[in-house]
């Protein structure tokens, strides 16, 4: 089955624009996250996602949002970008029902602010 | 609030010896523990993953790891590396609905 899929897969803004990230999960997982990934700060979690409803939030600027499609894809957007924002963004779909636990990261999207 | 501890920020050992890279957390609930591994310019892989049950779980490319409730620790292990080890550690806890902590990783580096 396909893998999670995530575009673009590299993008290069500068500051004070938005950027819209899309991530599509593995078909069947209703669940999506995001993560930011930083030399700095390491991997912090961002949102989660399920059923077109956010249900868990990390410590982010209200600058980061997302949303969840019926179909479960997701995007998640950032405005006014600043340089803090140069990082690796991952999504990962998951699946947990009848014992059943998947969980599958994309290859990320690399953003550089300038 | 919870957290994660990985005390080794780099590990290098030979080939087909043994390693073990540490994990300990702190959460005042009950937690979902995880080891992840990311190889240079990709994604994260789950490696294994202890949900419930016994506490010594086995993942893929014969990575284990022991659940030690009383430490609060979640140490892997492999008893044989392979240059294809070479690669990010992350060890993780999940207290909710997917809201994963990660620790900030571990380099492991084998050498030939």
């Known amino acids: 089955k396909a893998g999670v899929t995530q575009t673009p897969r590299y993008l290069i803004k500068t500051r004070g624009q938005q950027v819209t990230l899309s991530c599509s999960p593995i078909?069947?997982?209703?669940?999506v996250s995001w993560y930011q990934q930083t030399p700095g700060q390491g991997l912090q979690f961002l949102f989660e996602y399920f059923s077109e409803t956010q249900r868990n939030k990390g410590n982010f600027p209200g600058r980061f949002s997302g949303r969840q499609f019926s179909n479960s894809r997701s995007e998640m957007n950032v405005s006014t970008l600043e340089l803090g924002d140069s990082a690796l963004y991952l999504c990962?779909?998951?699946?947990?029902?009848?014992?059943?636990?998947?969980?599958?990261f994309g290859p990320g999207t690399r953003l550089t602010v300038t | 609030a919870q957290s994660v501890t990985q005390l080794d920020s780099q590990v290098p050992v030979f080939e087909e010896a043994p390693v073990e890279l540490r994990c300990n957390y702190s959460s005042s609930v009950s937690v979902y523990l995880f080891w992840y591994v990311q190889y240079p310019n990709q994604g994260l892989q789950l490696l294994l993953k202890y949900l419930s049950g016994s506490t010594l779980v086995k993942g893929i490319n014969g990575f284990e790891a022991e659940f030690n409730k009383s430490q609060t620790s979640f140490h892997l292990r492999k008893p044989s590396v392979h240059i294809s080890d070479t690669a990010e550690y992350f060890c993780?806890?999940?207290?909710?609905?997917?809201?994963?902590?990660f620790g900030p990783g571990t380099s492991l580096s084998v050498i030939p």
């Open positions: 990962a779909s998951s699946r947990r029902d009848r014992g059943i636990y998947e969980q599958y």
């Open positions: 993780a806890v999940e207290t909710s609905y997917d809201k994963v902590i």
């Open positions: 078909s069947g997982h209703r669940s």
